[in-house]
């Protein structure tokens, strides 16, 4: 494993721990480490080489960072799920990846069953105050901007963009590339490359300007286009449309089909005063 600057792990100095913070026998600290004052590192955390912490972050037992991240003051990280009645006789875990960001005051809380793990990827930026609830699943390259809450067992796929205090109700999954825009209440799926807004949310589009800035071709956004609109504005039934989305040539166009295929809470559709707009 080598540092961002390419020096390898082994070439780190010893971890650095204020003379405040608390750090239980049987954590585990790797080179590199920094730990801010008055932080609490349980027994049974593990930090990865490189990564640093700000004042009073607490690691409960059980969560398992990997290396060069950057946790900011007051973070909370493998707290217990806030579901009534649960027992907490019981050992559930929170990982998460490499290079990842977060910021003020952000939870993430561990699983709800023995063995469980919330997991979040490489390359996240988790900004003020964001809460990621038990057993979420959290890809890479995801932002999530201030106040944002995902519930229980949210699956968030590659770069999801999730702005300032949205709500994503539990079991929802977001698909790749997906925008959630400000304010918005997410209470079904979110296709992949849409952007998803209001109260309850709707597909508002493509993402056109994600697509773009995550380089992907003209040709491949205008067959999302057509496959946007194929799905949401033809009137065609969902398994026919499903049929078209399926056999098109494009694979991001039949990413669509097959996430579509596994939701268990359905997907977000458009207005339908948008839809008699677009074809008026």
């Known amino acids: 494993m080598s540092t961002a600057s390419g020096l390898p792990a082994t070439d780190l100095p010893p971890p650095e721990v204020h003379p405040s913070a608390i750090v239980e026998a049987g954590a585990t600290l790797a080179p590199g480490v920094r730990i801010g004052p008055g ?3 349980e027994s049974g955390a593990s930090i990865g080489p490189g990564t640093v912490l700000g004042a009073r972050v607490v690691v409960h037992s059980g969560v398992r960072i990997g290396a060069r991240n950057r946790i900011f003051a007051h973070a909370v ?3 217990e799920a806030q579901v009534l009645g649960l027992a907490s006789d019981f050992e559930s875990f929170v990982e998460i990846g490499d290079d990842n960001v977060l910021r003020e ?5 561990r699983g709800i069953r023995a063995g469980s793990v919330t997991r979040i990827g490489d390359s996240n930026y ?3 105050n964001t809460h990621v609830a038990h ?3 959290l890809g890479n390259h995801i932002v999530m901007a201030n106040n944002s809450s995902l519930a229980g067992h949210v699956t968030l796929e ?3 963009f999730i702005s300032g205090q949205v709500a994503v109700h539990q079991f929802t999954r977001v698909g790749r ?3 959630l825009a400000g304010l918005a209440k997410v209470v079904q799926d979110c296709l992949p490359f849409i952007v998803t807004d209001g109260n309850p949310a709707r597909a508002r589009g493509l993402n056109v300007v994600g697509l773009r800035r995550a380089g992907f071709a003209a ?4 067959a999302l286009r057509r496959a946007y609109r194929g799905l949401l504005r033809s009137g065609l039934p969902l398994e026919q449309s499903l049929a078209v989305l399926e056999a098109d040539e494009e694979a991001t166009v039949r990413e669509i089909a097959a996430f579509i295929r596994g939701s268990r809470r359905g997907f977000a559709h458009e207005p339908k005063r948008e839809r008699a707009a677009d074809e008026a």
């Not at 005051?105 to 809380?109: D, G, I, L, Q, Y």
């Not at 040709?219 to 205008?222: H, K, S, V, Y």
């Open 177 to 179: 590339l997906a925008m």
């Open 39 to 41: 932080c609490l590192i």
């Open 126 to 128: 988790l900004m003020v």
């Open 105 to 109: 005051a952000v939870t993430v809380h």
């Open 158 to 160: 590659d770069r999801v």
């Open 219 to 222: 040709e491949t956004i205008r």
């Open 77 to 79: 990280l493998g707290g």
């Open 135 to 137: 057993d979420g699943q």
